[in-house]
Structures are given as C-alpha cells and as structure tokens.
C-alpha cells in the first residue's frame, strides 16, 4: 500500500523550461492537493481538486496548471518555469470532505536556475 | 495576511521533558485544527487534530489544547524523546461552503531534543 506517491523525487529546470509533476493514490480518496513548501512559509496551496472532474484554485496558483486524470491522479504543470517556483512540492488526498486530515506524499524537490 | 502563525522558528528541548509548540489564528470561521510533524526528506505526516467544540485531546504522548477566545493552540509532548526532533506544523481549516476542507499551515517550528 503506497498511498500517495509523487514523482519526480528531485528535478532541475532551466528557466522557461516546462514539467509536469505526478501524484497518485491509491487509497480511494476524494479529494487531492497541490501545496508548495518554502522556507520560513509553511505549506501554500496551489491548486485542490475536490473530487474526480473539478479543480479548483488555491493561495498561489499563479504559474501553474493542473489536472486531474481520473480518481487517482492529479498532476501539477509548470508551463514556462520560473526561479520563483524552486520549492518542494507535495500532493496530498483527503478521505472525506471535512474534518479529516490530509495525507501527503513524500515530494518533489524542484529546483529552477 | 497569515492567518496561522508559529512564532518560535525553533525550539530546544532535554530529553525527558515537556515540549510545548505554540500556534496563533486569526480566522474565526476556523473550526478543525491540526499539528503535523515532518522529517526532512519525507511529507509531512498528521499528529493530533482538534475540533473547536473541544478545548483538549490526548493521544498519548501528545495533547493539543485549544483556546478560542484567544484563538491559540498549542502542542505539548511529555516526555520528549529525540525521535521527536523534527519540524511541527500546526494547520487550521473552516468548513467549506462548497468544494472540500482547505488547510491552511503555519510556518513550522523546528523541535530538537537534546540527550
């Protein structure tokens, strides 16, 4: 059981560059997140999706993209990468829709020069 | 405008004694509340939660305590062990009107337990 698996662990950009970063669950869960983590910042939302078929903006969602597959799968685009968006990168799910927690993936480190 | 706040970037704790993280909000509508603990290298896995019809959960080693009319929470771990060094985050959400729960996260407090 993996639950939410984010891939690439690490990459490095050149400014302009795109990517796409990967989520995946595996535990049925509703509702999936994009947050950002950045020094002295805590965790930003970026883009949520409450169910199959809707995203929905978050804090920062300026510069990205996303969509969600299927149930399973939600990815985060970086169209024309910026060095604003070096950050660590985190998908989350959530079971239900309220008063449960979120359950994160191990990240992507992003790195733009 | 943060509206959830950890004021002590870092914190410094002996083995065996009480760790105590401190959060402050400034939403009203915030009504769940939750601490999360990160090692580097991995996400960021969930603590202890609390609803704002309580003022208090326990779960072991950890108890969240809630103060509404100051809008403050706070995390105490008693006895500190040092495989609780480790970033804490506190986050809060309101209950959505529509779509799902969105979290917003303090700035994480940074916990070493010394030996």
């Known amino acids: 059981n993996a639950g939410v698996t984010q891939t690439p662990k690490f990459q490095v950009l050149k400014t302009g560059q795109s990517m796409t970063l990967q989520c995946a669950q595996d535990m049925n869960h509703n509702s999936m997140y994009w947050y950002r983590q950045d020094p002295g910042m805590g965790l930003r939302l970026i883009y949520y999706?409450?169910?199959?078929?809707?995203?929905d903006k978050g804090e920062v969602p300026n510069g990205y993209n996303v969509s969600r597959l299927n149930k399973r799968e939600f990815s985060l685009r970086l169209e024309s990468a910026a060095p604003s968006q070096t950050s660590v990168y985190f998908c989350?799910?959530?079971?239900?829709?309220?008063?449960?927690?979120?359950?994160f993936g191990n990240g992507t480190r992003l790195t733009v020069t | 405008d943060q509206q959830v706040k950890q004021n002590s970037p870092s914190l410094s704790v002996q083995e065996g004694r009480i760790s105590i993280l401190n959060c402050d909000y400034t939403?009203?509508?915030?009504?769940?509340f939750l601490w999360y603990k990160k090692y580097p290298a991995e996400g960021p896995t969930f603590l202890i939660s609390i609803s704002s019809i309580k003022d208090k959960n326990e779960d072991g080693r950890f108890t969240v305590f809630l103060n509404k009319s100051a809008k403050h929470l706070s995390l105490h771990i008693v006895p500190s062990q040092p495989g609780d060094s480790a970033v804490y985050f506190c986050a809060a959400s309101a209950r959505p009107t529509q779509g799902a729960q969105k979290l917003v996260f303090g700035q994480g407090t940074r916990l070493t337990i010394n030996p």
């Open positions: 999706s409450a169910s199959e078929g809707t995203t």
């Open positions: 939403n009203s509508m915030f009504d769940y």
């Open positions: 989350a799910t959530l079971q239900g829709s309220y008063n449960s927690p979120l359950h």
